[in-house]
Every structure is written in structure tokens, then in C-alpha cells.
């Protein structure tokens, strides 16, 4: 089975930019021909989606409240989250999966937003 490690979080100020990495290694599923998504959980908040990236090079989503701040993107087997202008509300454990038949969660990587 394909293993996903989420990395790139830690502390940062309001107003900055972070660039989260997915990596993909192991053997299963071909990351690049399924839908990707990041997601994120701040203490005691359910699991929210952030953004999608579509297969095989296919357009991309992300939620509206994020006012196109977050950006993602892939190649091969990497998929990324560039955020941009942080918010003390962006702070949560951020975790990559596949969109649909997804995996176990794996550690995800934490974003602390703080002044």
C-alpha cells in the first residue's frame, strides 16, 4: 500500500506563507492518477476539507472560506499546499489523502499560527 507522509508544518506569524508536501512512496495506488486532497483538524473540530486536486493533471477546488489564499498542486508524487497570508484560524494538524477510498489518516503535520 501506498504510504503518504505529510511535512513543511510549524510555527509561523500571521500574514506569512507556508508550503505543505505530501510524499508518496511504496507501492499501490499511482498517486498521480487519483484525486488528492489536503484536509485539516484544529483541537477539538471535526476533519475539514481544504482543496482538491483532480487526477492526471485535472483542474482544482478548494474551500471558499479560504478566499484563495490556499493553493494546490502536484508532480508525479508529491502534492503540496502553498499557503499564503496565514490566519491565527489556518493553526491545525493538516493531513493529505486520497479524496475518495481513502487511507488511514496518517500523522498529518501541524500549523501554528502565532504571533
Known amino acids: 500500500q501506498v504510504q503518504l507522509v505529510e511535512s513543511g508544518g510549524g510555527l509561523v506569524q500571521p500574514g506569512e506563507s507556508m508550503r505543505l508536501s505530501c510524499a508518496a512512496s511504496g507501492s499501490g495506488r499511482d498517486v498521480s492518477l487519483y484525486a488528492m486532497a489536503w484536509y485539516r483538524q484544529a483541537p477539538g473540530k471535526q476533519r475539514e476539507w481544504v482543496a482538491t486536486?483532480?487526477?492526471?493533471?485535472?483542474p482544482t477546488e478548494d474551500h471558499s472560506t479560504l478566499k484563495g489564499r490556499f493553493t494546490i498542486s502536484r508532480d508525479w508524487n508529491l502534492v503540496s499546499l502553498q499557503m499564503d497570508n496565514l490566519t491565527f484560524e489556518d493553526s491545525a494538524t493538516y493531513y493529505c489523502?486520497?479524496?475518495?477510498?481513502?487511507?488511514?489518516w496518517g500523522q498529518g503535520t501541524q500549523v501554528s499560527v502565532s504571533s
Open positions: 486536486i483532480r487526477g492526471g493533471g485535472g
Open positions: 489523502n486520497f479524496r475518495k477510498q481513502p487511507l488511514s
